[in-house]
C-alpha cells in the first residue's frame, strides 16, 4: 500500500507539514506495512515556502531587508534545488504591522524587491513567489524600486519608494531595472482574478482588510489608476486589467511588467514539490485544511489534490478540522470526507486539540485501509 499524504495547513494549529508528520504516525502505529509519502502543500499564502522547503529538503537563507513599515527586518527565502521561494507574507505580511499602525497608505513592497535581489546575487534565476497575505497596495512600487526601476517627479527628482509618491510619478525608467531580473523566470501563485484598479480592483476589494476607511480606498485607487497608466504609455503595454493584477495589492501587475507567469496557488507548489509524480505511485491520497466547505472547490489545496486524484485514478480522502456548508459537493473528487473532531466540541476546542483529534481521525483511516487491503 502507497499512500501519498498532501495536506493544506490547519490554519491556527498545525503546519502542513505537522498534519503530514501526524498522519504519518498514525500509520505506523496501525499499518507498519505501508510506504507513506509525506508531500506538505500550501496555496500561494501563509505557509507556502516552509511547505515546499519541507517537502523537497530545501534550505533558508536569510537576509536584512525592509519590512511592511520601511524598518529593517530580517526574512528569509527558500532554496530548493535551482529555485529560490519567496513568501510574500514573511517580508510584508499584514500581521507585521501593529494593528494600530494598518494603514496601505503607509506599507511599501520594496523589501521583497531586496529579497528577490539576494538571490538573484546568489546565483538564482528560477523563482517561486506566493503572493498571499501581504499589508501593503502600492502596485509593486516598491519592489521595482528596489529592482532598480527609476521613478522621478515633474522636476526629474528621484521619489522614495512609499506609497505617498504614486501621485507624483511624472516619468518612469524600466530600462535601469537590473538586467539578471529579465534573465530570471518567474511562476507567481496567484488565486485571485482582480484588475489593479476599479472596482474589482485591489484598493477596493482588498483595501479594507489592511486598514483602509473609505477615503483611503478612494485616494489609493486614485494614485494606482495613474501609476499604472504612467508606467503603460512608456512601455507601450497595458497590464492593469489583466486577470491577477491587483493580486496582494498590486504586486500581480508589477511582476506581470517583469515577465512574470501568474498560476494557480495550489498547482504551482503541487508542481514545484513534484506531487504529480508522486501521485502516479500511490494507492489511495489523504489530504486536508482547517475547513472544507463549497469555498474549497475555488482554487484550495485539498481541491487540486482531488482533481489530481482523480486523473490518476487514485482514491483520494479528506481529513479536515470541520466541513462547512456545501461540503456534500466535494464528493466529486473524494471517497469520505471527515470531520476529525470525535464528539461536540467549539471550534476553540477543536483547534487546541487538532493534533490528538487528527492522530485519532487518522488511526481510524489506517486500520480501515489495512482491514481491506
Not at 121 to 127: C, D, K, L
Not at 134 to 150: E, I, K, P
Not at 159 to 172: F, G, T, W
Request: aromatic residues 10%; contains cysteine; negative net charge.
Amino acid at each position: 500500500m502507497n499512500v501519498v499524504i498532501a495536506p493544506d495547513s490547519f490554519k491556527g494549529s498545525l503546519l502542513a507539514s505537522e498534519v503530514c508528520t501526524i498522519i504519518k504516525e498514525a500509520f505506523r502505529c496501525e499499518y507498519p506495512e505501508a510506504t507513506v509519502v509525506a508531500v506538505p502543500m500550501a496555496d500561494g499564502g501563509e505557509g507556502t515556502m516552509e511547505a515546499i522547503v519541507s517537502a523537497m529538503n530545501g534550505s533558508f537563507q536569510y537576509v536584512t531587508v525592509r519590512g511592511p513599515l520601511f524598518e529593517t527586518r530580517q526574512a528569509a527565502y527558500g532554496v530548493v534545488q535551482d529555485t529560490a521561494v519567496i513568501e510574500v507574507a514573511q517580508v510584508i505580511g499584514l500581521p507585521l504591522v501593529p494593528m494600530e499602525r494598518r494603514n496601505p497608505l503607509h506599507t511599501t513592497t520594496y523589501g521583497v524587491g531586496e529579497v528577490i535581489m539576494a538571490a538573484l546575487h546568489a546565483g538564482y534565476r528560477r523563482f517561486v513567489i506566493g503572493l498571499g497575505g501581504s499589508s501593503t497596495n502600492d502596485g509593486g512600487f516598491g519592489l521595482l524600486c528596489a529592482l532598480g526601476a527609476t521613478f522621478t517627479n515633474a522636476k526629474g527628482e528621484p521619489l522614495p519608494p512609499i506609497p505617498s509618491s504614486l501621485p507624483h510619478i511624472a516619468y518612469v525608467d524600466m530600462t535601469s531595472v537590473d538586467r539578471r531580473v529579465y534573465e530570471s523566470e518567474f511562476l507567481i501563485a496567484c488565486d485571485v482574478d482582480n484588475p489593479l484598479y476599479g472596482e474589482r480592483g485591489a484598493s477596493y476589494v482588498f483595501g479594507p482588510q489592511k486598514g483602509a476607511n473609505d477615503e483611503t480606498i478612494r485616494i489609493l485607487d486614485q494614485w494606482i489608476h495613474t501609476y499604472a497608466q504612467t508606467i503603460e504609455q512608456q512601455i507601450g503595454r497595458s497590464y492593469a486589467h489583466e486577470q491577477g493584477a491587483g493580486a496582494a495589492g498590486g504586486l500581480g501587475f508589477a511582476f506581470l511588467l517583469l515577465g512574470g507567469k501568474l498560476m494557480s496557488g495550489a498547482k504551482l507548489v503541487g508542481e514545484t514539490v513534484q506531487l504529480p509524480e508522486k501521485m502516479k505511485c500511490a494507492h489511495i491520497v489523504i489530504t486536508g485544511e482547517g475547513q472544507s466547505d463549497e469555498q474549497t472547490l475555488y482554487g484550495k489545496v485539498p481541491c487540486y489534490v482531488g482533481q489530481l486524484a482523480n486523473e490518476y485514478d487514485v482514491p483520494a480522502f479528506l481529513l479536515s478540522g470541520s466541513l462547512g456548508d456545501g461540503f456534500e459537493k466535494l464528493y466529486t473528487y473524494f471517497v469520505s470526507c471527515d470531520a476529525i473532531a470525535t464528539k461536540p466540541m467549539t471550534v476553540e476546542q477543536c483547534m487546541q486539540s487538532a493534533a490528538t483529534l487528527l492522530y485519532t481521525k487518522a488511526r481510524n483511516l489506517a486500520r480501515t485501509f489495512k482491514r481491506f487491503s
